[in-house]
């Protein structure tokens, strides 16, 4: 269904635009062109296409999965969920795939937060986002209308899944169409049918086709104009021995794993970090990579360059730059992380970036400038929007929340909520305050809920506005010049789902907080290394580090125990694993009153290749310090097979020797030094370890 509509443009195109509801129906007879072609391809990769008319291919079997499948919950217009585990690995494309998200609007895809909706693309490949998605049958549906369509999904978790979209309407139009698609391992191939269809969809406007993670490479079916048409299928085989190669270095997140804005302090600390992938067919070596700030008239203050030696397909690789940032002036920064390799073939992403908001409290949480550029409703009068916030710290209060109402209805009343974000999947959750307020006048409206005593301890939280109905005025929306959009408005069309333009538009939400510390805040973990670990071998060493902070700055104390056994109190430790069998590390952080933990169950094994656990050392090692990131002191570890002269020196990050930890000459065996560097920056460092024999080196991160 349509949402951002740009009222004037479609009607006189002199008049500029701004921000509607649904586009302009036009049925236009009802004689449809079929595709009728019966194969179809090789994409650049080489997927081919045959439908059920040709000789040779597929044969139209519909796959009844209602009985044996998962019904999915909660999809609503323009909406999607997921992830759903397929059970095998999928080879789609140069890469693999193990799980996917369902599109309501016939789709589906292995990234999450990709939405495909009217106008869907005019083609495939397509270089706008979304990609990386399958679409059996994208069009305008409307699971939900009238009480009708379904959505299933199944797999036997070995080589076989489906999708199935049942008795689906089209928004506007209505009808009943049954569709699905079958991955297939054993293959790779990639069936689409069609079950019985009645009716049409709106402005003919559907895609059928397949596309790559990187957009640059895809194989479409059909699109504008094309009906699908009952007992038909439709099937892409994947090539044999493809010599198809492609570079694409991408920069795919900053900051966050989402590069959603986010609120500091003043004086708070950055650790500018982000993450790169490989989304090409061969390993790239000629890459650099560079972390910036801007603030908010774009005057750079901060960059930080980060050139990792290479990075294989399908690799993903998080970076962290120094030396660290500090906020110290309120304001809105841009941060930008940027790519680069020589043989890149596609710079639309070699560039990602996010806004920072330092902000003073008591203070406005709010990412617009204040400006509505356009304006948002819907015809059908049922819509909602929210702002989503994580304040920079806790406790905090709202004290006010305030909402744009624009022109363009007979109605300016709508309903005011906030809401906790304990939805599935961190959406919007519980209503926390719920209000329908009505104004007379274009512009800011503020409510003051002092009185109703809303606080947060943690996570985020959503204010949220909903039209009474059709006749309601919209919301204004702001298109950031100056920087990107937050990517923390959200949408309602019958459950909540990330807004379909928040990487370009803004609603104009905002609340007034303050901050209310209690007597005593627990400590919280704030990072933990390894997330997860199921499985040691012998001859392996593994870091495990965790990293607390206090809201109060209470002196904090930590404890390790191994299977209920205490082994170390505010000190790290060596655990020795000498048998096979299943244990439990737990550190607990406590403040004297509070406490936090992290737990890690771990399998250790006895390889056979190497039973003596208790032997030398193989090989020289130099391992991660200990406790990494770490603050002005920590653990050196090495290992050495055999007497040997070696030197430890520390290298900042532009390649400059800071100092020289030790040098000399050590027996073999594992060694142990205190690492104590007071006098240094925060940032990035790094420990090289020369040998007679090998250099080694490990990167070192110091937090103040």
């Keep these: 269904m349509k949402r951002l509509c740009f009222t004037a443009l479609l009607l006189i195109c002199a008049f500029g635009f701004s921000v509607s509801a649904d586009s302009d129906i036009n049925l236009q007879g009802k004689s449809f062109p079929r595709n009728t072609a019966d194969t179809g391809g090789p994409d650049d990769f080489g997927y081919i296409w045959m439908d059920s008319n040709e000789t040779g291919g597929p044969v139209f079997e519909w796959l009844d999965i209602t009985a044996v499948g998962q019904l999915v919950s909660g999809l609503g217009d323009d909406d999607f969920t997921g992830p759903f585990d397929l059970g095998f690995s999928l080879q789609y494309y140069w890469y693999s795939v193990e799980s996917l998200f369902i599109g309501s609007n016939g789709y589906i895809t292995f990234d999450a937060g990709a939405l495909l909706s009217q106008p869907f693309p005019d083609s495939i490949p397509d270089a706008a986002a979304p990609h990386n998605y399958i679409a059996p049958y994208a069009a305008d549906w409307y699971p939900g209308l009238n009480g009708q369509g379904e959505t299933w ?75 699908a048409f009952a007992d038909f299928a439709i099937e892409f085989y994947y090539p044999t021995g493809s010599s198809f190669e492609y570079h694409d270095l991408a920069a795919w997140s900053i900051v966050n794993p989402t590069s959603e804005a986010f609120f500091m302090l003043p004086n708070e600390i950055l650790l500018p970090s982000g993450i790169i992938s490989n989304l090409g067919t061969e390993t790239i070596s000629d890459l650099t990579t560079a972390f910036s700030i801007s603030d908010e008239i774009g005057q750079p203050i901060y960059s930080s360059p980060h050139s990792p030696a290479s990075i294989d397909p399908d690799e993903s690789m998080e970076l962290y730059y120094g030396p660290s940032w500090q906020a110290n002036t309120a304001g809105k920064y841009t941060l930008e992380l940027n790519v680069q390799a020589d043989l890149d073939q596609n710079p639309a992403n070699d560039a990602i970036r996010a806004s920072c908001y330092v902000v003073e409290l008591p203070g406005s949480l709010q990412y617009d400038d204040g400006i509505a550029n356009s304006n948002w409703s819907w015809t059908s009068g049922s819509g909602g929007l929210a702002q989503r916030s994580v304040p920079p710290a806790y406790h905090c209060r709202i004290d006010s929340i305030y909402f744009y109402i624009a022109a363009g209805n ?51 939280f959503y204010v949220a506005w909903f039209m009474v109905d059709a006749s309601s005025s919209g919301l204004g929306m702001d298109t950031p010049q100056d920087g990107p959009a937050s990517r923390q408005t959200w949408e309602f069309t019958g459950s909540w789902m990330p807004f379909r333009h928040k990487d370009t538009h803004d609603a104009l939400i905002g ?35 965790g990293s607390a902070q206090d809201p109060d700055n209470d002196s ?28 439990e590390i737990v550190c607990r952080v406590s403040d004297n009153e509070f406490q936090d933990s992290i737990v890690w169950h771990i399998d250790f094994f006895i390889d056979a290749l190497n039973p003596d656990v208790s032997a030398k050392p193989g090989a020289w090692a130099l391992h991660p310090l200990y ?69 080694s080196i490990q990167k070192a991160v110091l937090l103040k």
């Design 556 to 583: 904090l104390a930590w404890e390790i125990t191994l299977d209920g056994v205490l082994i170390s109190e505010d000190s790290s430790t060596v655990i020795n694993f000498d048998s096979t069998g299943s244990y």
């Design 627 to 695: 406790p990494n990131p770490f603050n002005n002191s920590a653990t050196l570890r090495f290992s050495l097979p055999k007497r040997d002269q070696i030197a430890l020196d520390l290298f900042d990050i532009q390649g400059k020797q800071v100092t020289s930890i030790t040098s000399g000459v050590y027996t073999a065996g594992d060694h142990s030094l205190p690492f104590e560097m007071p006098n240094l920056a925060s940032g990035i460092y790094f420990i090289r370890m020369s040998t007679s024999y090998s250099t």
């Design 153 to 227: 999904f199944w797999t036997n978790s070995i080589d076989s899944a489906a999708v199935s979209f049942i008795n689906y309407s089209a928004f506007y139009i209505g009808g009943a169409h049954d569709f699905q698609v079958i991955l297939s391992n054993s293959d790779n191939s990639i069936k689409f049918q069609y079950g019985e269809q009645q009716g049409l969809v709106l402005n003919h406007d559907i895609l059928i086709g397949i596309e790559s993670i990187s957009g640059a490479v895809g194989l479409e079916h059909s699109h504008d104009g094309y009906i």
């Design 410 to 460: 007979t109605r300016s009343e709508f309903i005011a909520q906030i809401l906790d974000d304990d939805g599935a999947n961190g959406a919007p959750g519980t209503i926390l305050y719920a209000d329908t307020v009505e104004t007379e006048e274009m512009g800011y409206y503020g409510l003051d809920i002092t009185a109703e005593d809303i606080s947060f301890a943690s996570g985020a």
């Design 511 to 545: 609340c007034y907080v303050s901050h209310e510390p209690p007597e005593n805040s627990p400590p919280e973990i704030v990072a933990r290394f390894p997330v997860q670990l199921d499985t040691l071998l012998s001859g392996s060493d593994h870091l495990f580090w």
